[in-house]
Structure formats: C-alpha cells, structure tokens
C-alpha cells in the first residue's frame, strides 16, 4: 500500500465514520467498519477512480450487512436502547449538523428498514445525489427515490428544533443534576417540561428502568426513587459534555461512567433525558474527551 493511497483513505475516514455510525448507532462497530473497509481498500483496484464514493459504498454495505445480522439481538434488547453517547468537535460537513446525530434522530432511523435509512443518509443527510445513492445500492433509482420519501415520513418530526448555547448547555445540565442530587423536587418540576420523557439503558448490565417514563410526573417519580437509594451520591466527578449535540454530563461512578444528555424544547426547559448506563457502550469515552 504506497503512501498516496493511505493518503486517500485517511482523508475520508473521518467522514466513513460518522456514516458508520448514524448506520449503526455504535461507535465500537462504526470503527469496526471503517477498519474492514481499509482492508478492503489494500486490495482494491490500483485504477479506482473515485476514492470517495468507493469507500462510501463499501461502508455502506458493510454496515446494512451488520445490521440485518443484529437484528434479532436487537430485539431481544433488555429495556429501552439507545445509541452509544457521541462525544466529539463538530467539523464543517453536512453530516455534523448537531440535529442530524441527535439521539431523537438517531432513535427514528432505527424504525427504518436498514436499506431505507442508508439512502436517507446518504441522500438527505451526507447529500449524495439520487444516481450516486443508486449506485452504491446497486438498485434503480426510481426505487431509491420511493426508498427516500418512506423514510422522510419516519424521520420529519425527530430532529430537535431548538438549541441552546455553551453557556445555557452547561448551565441546564448543572442545575438539573444539582436539583436531582439535592432532592429540591419544585426545581426539577421547573426544570422539566410537561410532557417530558426519560430514557434509560443499562442493557441488563446495570440498573436502569426498563419502560421509558413518559411525563414531568413519571420521570419527578423515578429521580426521586434514584435518590432516595442514594444513587446520586455514588458520583464522583461530574463534566459538562455536548453528547449527540446536546447539553450533558459524564458523570463518573465508582463503577464506571455514564452520559446523561438533555434535549431541550423551546422555552429552555427539559423536554427528553437520554441516560445511557450500559458499560459496553462507554468505553470509547476516555478518548473520547481526554
């Protein structure tokens, strides 16, 4: 493999993950497929004449393979799942819009077949036209279209449509876990909105609700029960954290790690709380912030 074709993938690896992962929901196995695809890549093909959308197509093949293959663990899945916390700079490309790795979002590509959520990835997100799409699918491109219009009746309403800045970021995610920690219930109900909703995965690894609580009332009752059992006093180092574009924590237990990311609605209050407790899916944070 001379240098000038290691060049070349280097270039797109960045981009060859981010697709893996909005596939995949998994930083572990997007690395995963990145890998296979460079081991394909040494063995392509001197005369390649587009490096980009080769290495495009072979990513997203390999990760509509993972995915029919987990599609039974997926299923049988203990408690809600959610994707593994991305934690990273965004960059100038059209696949970093922060809405576009939000958990909501990712959430809703998981109720897509895997064929239809790559050609809304690589068309409505990584903006690859309609042939190229066609292409790396090897299927016709009025069935690519038809794929693209199912996916967006999924998809339209999950991304968020409200951010917030750094500052109010940190500043929510601080005064929720210090309401939380303090057991001051009248500034979590402030903080939360009305109809807002907590997810929780610990995957049978670790504790966490198997139902996603649905409410300001349903999600008041289970921090109160975490606090009570003393589950907070177990922290021992809290940071601020954009997860999936959102304001968060890494909150640091005895046991290990945890994320808690909090999507925020238009009037600056809670409206979702994404924990993720499940040790196989934080093991990239250590480099993923140091």
Do not use: C
């Not at 797109?12 to 394909?40: C, I, N, T």
């Not at 009305?194 to 609700?209: F, H, N, P, Y």
């Not at 029960?225 to 922290?235: E, K, T």
Request: no cysteine.
């Amino acid at each position: 493999m001379d240098a000038a074709r290691t060049a070349d993938f280097e270039a797109h690896r960045p981009r060859l993950k981010r697709l893996a992962y909005r596939m995949l929901g998994s930083v572990a196995e997007a690395e995963d497929v990145v890998q296979d695809a460079w081991f394909r890549w040494t063995r392509a093909p001197a005369d390649v004449a587009e490096p980009a959308a080769w290495l495009i197509r072979v990513v997203t093949r390999l990760a509509i393979d993972r995915l029919r293959a987990a599609k039974a663990q997926r299923a049988a899945y203990r408690g809600p799942w959610l994707p593994d916390p991305l934690i990273e700079p965004r960059v100038d490309d059209p696949a970093e819009r922060a809405e576009d790795v939000s958990v909501a979002f990712l959430l809703a590509l998981e109720r897509l077949s895997p064929l239809e959520r790559a050609v809304f990835l690589l068309h409505d997100v990584f903006e690859e036209d309609y042939a190229a799409v066609a292409h790396t699918l090897g299927r016709r491109e009025p069935a690519i279209r038809q794929l693209a219009v199912r996916a967006r009746e999924h998809v339209r309403e999950a991304r968020p449509r409200f951010s917030v800045s750094e500052r109010q970021a940190a500043e929510l995610a601080q005064a929720f876990m210090a309401a939380v920690a303090g057991g001051d219930v009248s500034a979590l109900s402030a903080l939360l909105s009305e109809d807002a909703v907590m997810v929780t995965d610990g995957g049978g690894k670790r504790k966490a609700a198997l139902r996603v609580m649905v409410g300001r009332e349903d999600v008041l009752r289970l921090l109160q029960g975490l606090q009570w059992r003393g589950g907070f006093a177990q922290v021992e180092a809290m940071r601020p954290a954009r997860i999936n574009g959102a304001p968060g924590l890494i909150l640091d237990l005895a046991d290990g790690p945890e994320t808690i990311a909090f999507e925020p609605d238009a009037s600056g209050r809670v409206a979702a709380i994404y924990a993720v407790r499940n040790p196989d899916k934080l093991g990239h944070l250590k480099e993923a912030v140091g």
